[in-house]
Each structure stands twice: as C-alpha cells, then as structure tokens.
C-alpha cells in the first residue's frame, strides 16, 4: 500500500530512514518507515515527471497554434483579383433574375428580406442592409411603384409602416434566390468535397467577423 505522501521538507538519510519527515495534527514530527518513504519519494518523482510532461505538452500546443498577422500585400492583390473574378460570375445569375423587374442590388436585396420578414419595418431592412433611412425610405418607394411591396399600418401600432411582399413580389424573390442558389452550386461545382466544406466554413467565418 502507498503510504500518504510527505511534505517538502522531508529528508532522506543515507540509510533510508526519515531524517524530518511531516508534522501532524499537532506539530510534532513525525518519521515514516523507510519503506513507506521510498514508495512517497517515487510518487513525488512521478507527479513531478507528470507536471513537467504536461508543460511541455501546452507548450506544444501553443508552438503549433497559428497566430493571427496582417496579411500581405501580395495576398491583398491576389484575393482582389480573385474576387472580382468571383463577384462577375455570381453577379451574372443575380442580375438575371432581377432585369425583368429592373431592380438594382439594394432593391433586390431588400426585396428579399421583406419577403422574408413579412410585417417589417423600414428601419429592421435598414440595420440588416447597413443602409441609411433615407437610402432605404428610396428603395421602398421604387419597390412600391413596381408594386412588389405594399405598406401597411399595424392595428396595434398606426404609427409604425409595416411592409409586406406583394403576391407579384413573393414571385420575384422565388426567382432572385433560384438566381442566388444557381450561383453557389456553380462555384461549389468547380471544388471537390473537402475544399467546399472549407469554402463554407471560411465564408461563414468572413460573413460572421464584426471587426
């Protein structure tokens, strides 16, 4: 059986014996039989190859964790260009569905976020866009005028707009997401299964960063 394990100050004579072992309850000291002191100096030795293991385990851990730099011009130029070429081939699908209603980006965009959000307000279109109230008050009044959105005053709130796709609306947005999706198969269709997972979780990581 282990015997309990001593204090730092316990030291070994050269015989084995305990020369100042623990104090107990009542400060005395006490002397352990050489026995059991040897079996608490190799536990020591053991928790004390453990702690070390275990730096030296973080340490490598933390040696392999990449760390966040500024990218390089190089890298700015190539993603650039690469995303410009990216940009013209989605934009091609988007603007196909949306040249029969001839809307621009704003308005389709906020075409499909109230056809989403039915009953919304101006300002929730306005946070969501990143847009000003009156860019966003312009891009109602054209979607109104093509008859793709309709206002409403809430019963309970008649001082507040509420906005509602229109049946001639909701149809437009069916055909601006088919545009979107038939966009994203044609980017995910030239990857393999792996690279479009890792497209994703990066875009996703891009979409979600705030800074």
């Known amino acids: 059986m282990i015997g309990p394990l001593v204090s730092p100050e316990t030291r070994l004579a050269p015989n084995g014996s305990c020369l100042f072992g623990a104090k107990d309850a009542g400060g005395a000291q006490q002397c352990l039989p050489p026995r059991d002191t040897a079996l608490c100096a190799a536990d020591a030795g053991l928790m004390r190859g453990a702690c070390r293991r275990d730096r030296w385990n973080s340490r490598r851990e933390h040696a392999f964790l990449p760390r966040m730099t500024e990218p390089t011009p190089q890298q700015i130029e190539q993603l650039t260009r690469a995303f410009e070429r990216f940009t013209r081939k989605f934009k091609v699908a988007e603007a196909a569905a949306a040249a029969d209603n001839a ?109």
Do not use: H, W
């Not at 306005?126 to 860019?135: F, G, I, Q």
């Not at 008649?158 to 437009?172: D, F, I, M, P």
């Not at 044609?186 to 994703?200: C, F, G, V």
């Open 103 to 211: 809307l621009n980006a704003l308005d389709a965009q906020t075409l499909v976020f109230v056809g989403d959000n039915p009953g919304c307000l101006i300002g929730d279109v306005a946070r969501y866009l990143n847009v000003a109230m009156t860019t966003m008050s312009s891009a109602i009044d054209r979607l109104v005028k093509k008859a793709l959105v309709e206002r409403r005053r809430p019963e309970d709130n008649r001082r507040s707009v509420a906005l509602t796709a229109t049946e001639k609306g909701k149809q437009v947005v069916e055909e601006q997401v088919a545009g979107y999706r038939a966009a994203c198969q044609m980017m995910l269709r030239s990857l393999d299964p792996i690279e479009r997972n890792e497209l994703i979780r990066l875009t996703e990581k891009i979409a979600d960063n705030e800074t």
